[in-house]
Nanobody
Framework: QVQLVESGGGLVQSGESLRLSCTASGFLAGIDAIGWYRQAPGNPRELVALITEPSNIPNYADSVRGRFAISRDNAKKSVYLEMNSLKPEDTAVYYC???????????WGQGTQVTVSA
């Protein structure tokens, strides 16, 4: 059973930084996409940052490009999101996402709350 476990959310002030972590387990196939989405109250879930194979080139939402950085550690089956210069509009529940080769399902973590005060 695939599990994605996130950590690292919290309450920070505008301009501060946070680092989110996500560790995947329970899968046999290779990962062909892994990254982060977020959902603010009343809004749909939106892409934040995603790494897809085979390019392994990160794709960022325009709203976070230049402030956030996604990275992965294949040995640890983990993905990270370094969030700098946080703004109140970054406040949301952040979800880890993964997709595996040959598997039609989309997998999500339980979500971690990020709150940025003005």
């Amino acid at each position: 059973q695939v599990q994605l476990v996130e950590s690292g959310g919290g309450l920070v002030q505008s301009g501060e930084s946070l680092r989110l972590s996500c560790t995947a387990s329970g899968f046999l196939a290779g990962i062909d996409a892994i990254g982060w989405y977020r959902q603010a109250p009343g809004n749909p879930r939106e892409l934040v940052a995603l790494i897809t194979e085979p390019s392994n080139i990160p794709n960022y939402a325009d709203s976070v490009r230049g402030r956030f950085a996604i990275s992965r550690d294949n040995a640890k089956k983990s993905v990270y999101l370094e969030m700098n210069s946080l703004k109140p509009e970054d406040t949301a529940v952040y979800y880890c996402y993964a997709h595996f080769y040959g598997d039609p399902s989309m997998y999500w973590g339980q979500g971690t709350q990020v709150t940025v005060s003005a």
